[in-house]
């Protein structure tokens, strides 16, 4: 694994700079062990009959943006005109009806809808119905708990935000990342401050059921002085839902390339006990305010209202549908992943066949894990989930780490739920590797 963050003991050990990598686990197996090789697996599984009373999701990639932010490592196009975004949908509807018209599909409809990016609110108004209309023909949303919608503040009209709420968009989730127009300009970030509260403030009025705004804690430039005003001024805004990332460098970053352009190997951001300090005062502050720590990086205002069923479902081992170029997704225990350029994407969608590049099958005990660390992210795992699940005893199988990251005082162990301290939870992607099994412990996560 190649990780940024050296891995020492607690947080308080020395200065560890952030260095490039992948940090944040999003995924197991990591995605270096997904092959061409395997793809034929995921087709298998969807010649099978629908499975019945299985969750099953939707995620649709917009990969369109004004500007590419200096730390993006997502696939990203900032050059495309209407008519290539027009074709970019057509083809995305043809990939999602592709998958209706399978077996394992029939008659399912999708418990959540995601819309990510890239920056799915760059769409214009004609462009957002088309798609969503379309979406609705092939797997329609009479019954979806939940359709998240990401956006970047800078692209939000009046029209649009009313649009998109009239679309049935129910989680609005808006990248605000900082409040200082300094740093979102240093950092290659497209929308200025006065964007942030224009946007806001018009979502507020028109009643999302959940708005969310993500900050990012350790950018360039930051100092502990704005990072203080920026959560001064996220509380202010009262939002349903927030989500903090600590800032990472992976190798495909505009920040990377000036790194080695420069032959620099610490980059140019807070390193990694400062950040994970600031989150801690931010999620201070939070709770100080009325809100609950619920995850690594979110806080949110009311955790019986406040749901995030795509996250909650996927990490519980959900089936979802990944649209769009280099999208992920999880069919009946096989990862996937589609073509990674638009090219090739859309290449084969007109060929008339589904674009999976790469896929995974996981077995019973690489499921368990990945559902293990996965829910470790959100602070706690209970025992009997997972033995009625996978029959398995997760202390007998993980008593060694359980053991020595308890020893560290990262987690609390009381035989039936593991619990993570407030160290552990800041740091809990660097912990999870100790739960890897030992062939996948030393490959690169991407």
Sequence with gaps: MSSPEPKKGN?????????????????????????????????????????????????????????????????????????EIRAYIDAGIREIEGYAAMPYFKDRKPKFVYFGGGTPSYLSVSQLQDLTDRMKDAFPWDETEEVAFECEPGTLTEKKLDQIRSLGVTRLSLGVENFDDHILELNGRAHRSGEIQRAYSHAQSIGFPQINIDLIAGMIDETEENWLRCIDQAIKLAPDCVTIYQMEVPYNTGIYKEM?????????????????????????????????????????????KTKFVYRDALWGGSDMIGAGVASFGHIGGVHVQNEHEIGAYLNKVTDGDLPIHRAYSIDNEEGLIREFILQLKMGRADMDYFSSKFDADVNDLFSKPIQHLQEEGYLSFDGQQITLSRDGLLQVDRLLHEFFLKDHQNARYA
């Design 260 to 304: 080695q352009k420069n032959g620099k190997v610490t980059a140019p951001v807070a390193d990694w006990p400062t950040k994970r300090r600031w989150v801690s005062i931010a999620f201070d502050a939070f709770v100080s305010a009325g809100y609950t720590v619920t995850s690594a990086y979110t806080v949110v205002k009311d955790p019986y």
């Design 11 to 83: 947080s308080s050990s020395g200065k560890e700079q952030t260095e490039v990598g992948n940090y944040f686990v999003s995924n197991y197996p990591p995605y270096s062990f997904w092959s061409p090789d395997q793809v034929p697996l995921a087709h298998e599984v969807m010649e099978r009959d629908a499975p019945e009373d299985y969750p099953l999701g939707i995620y649709f990639h917009i990969p369109f943006c004004r500007k590419r932010c200096h730390f993006c490592y997502f696939r990203v196009y900032t050059d495309k005109n209407a008519a």
